[in-house]
């Protein structure tokens, strides 16, 4: 069985468009993610919740915004896509913040 | 917030150990250390997580000076499929004021 699952896996879009990413954790973890990794490798932290509440929100462009149906899913929206938003995108769950565990990742590309 | 750097790649040999420091000079009293191994295609992978001093588990330890500015993973005897990019992770798990920031990563090429 998966841990943590995302779909799709591949997302061709064309700039201007709206698109959502999900994710979900069959764990039990009470703390969900989302990370953005761009072409040089660089993990950066876009979203975190911890039962149903925003925990952690860096610094991204309200374009983009976690949405928490249950404490087994965090979905990533995205508004307005534009060619920097090409990247991939990890989900994660943890308990308590202690270990992560990463989903697939989902290949973005804006063309 | 605690940011982290490291080697930005590493080559070393079949049956060697291995030694990846990470410094994280502005690391908060909160905050643990965790290092994550990352293979193409996938997602990152936990290894070890620690606070002071040393943890060892059955594929890695992490020493971590009494400063606690900087960590070292190692690995033990590794083998061609170590290859990968390891990543330090420094953040504060309580929850309440959680700052995650991963290092850049440091690509190992582990050759025959």
């Known amino acids: 069985d998966t841990a943590v699952s995302q779909t799709p896996k591949y997302l061709v879009t064309q700039m201007g468009n709206d698109k959502s990413i999900k994710c979900e954790q069959n764990l039990g973890h009470d703390t969900m993610y989302w990370y953005k990794q761009d072409s040089k490798k660089f993990l950066k932290i876009m979203f975190s919740y911890n039962n149903k509440e925003l925990i952690i929100n860096e610094t991204v462009p309200n374009r983009f915004s976690p949405k928490s149906p249950d404490k087994a899913h965090l979905n990533l929206h995205i508004n307005s896509l534009e060619l920097g938003d090409s990247a991939v995108y990890f989900c994660?769950?943890?308990?308590?913040?202690?270990?992560?565990?990463f989903g697939p990742g989902t290949r973005l590309t804006v063309l | 917030l605690a940011k982290t750097t490291q080697p930005i790649s590493m080559d070393s040999y079949e049956g060697q150990e291995v030694n990846i420091t990470c410094s994280h000079n502005n690391i908060a009293t909160n905050d643990y250390i965790t290092w994550y191994q990352q293979f193409p295609s996938q997602g990152p992978r936990f290894i070890i997580q620690g606070y002071k001093t040393k943890v060892t588990n059955e594929v890695a330890s992490l020493f971590i000076p009494a400063d606690r500015k900087s960590s070292t993973l190692s690995l033990p005897r590794v083998s061609l499929s170590d290859t990968a990019v390891y990543y330090c992770?420094?953040?504060?798990?309580?929850?309440?004021?959680?700052?995650?920031?991963f290092g850049q990563g440091t690509t190992l090429q582990v050759k025959p």
């Open positions: 994660a769950s943890s308990q308590n913040y202690n270990e992560q565990f």
């Open positions: 992770l420094v953040g504060d798990t309580s929850g309440n004021t959680g700052k995650l920031i």
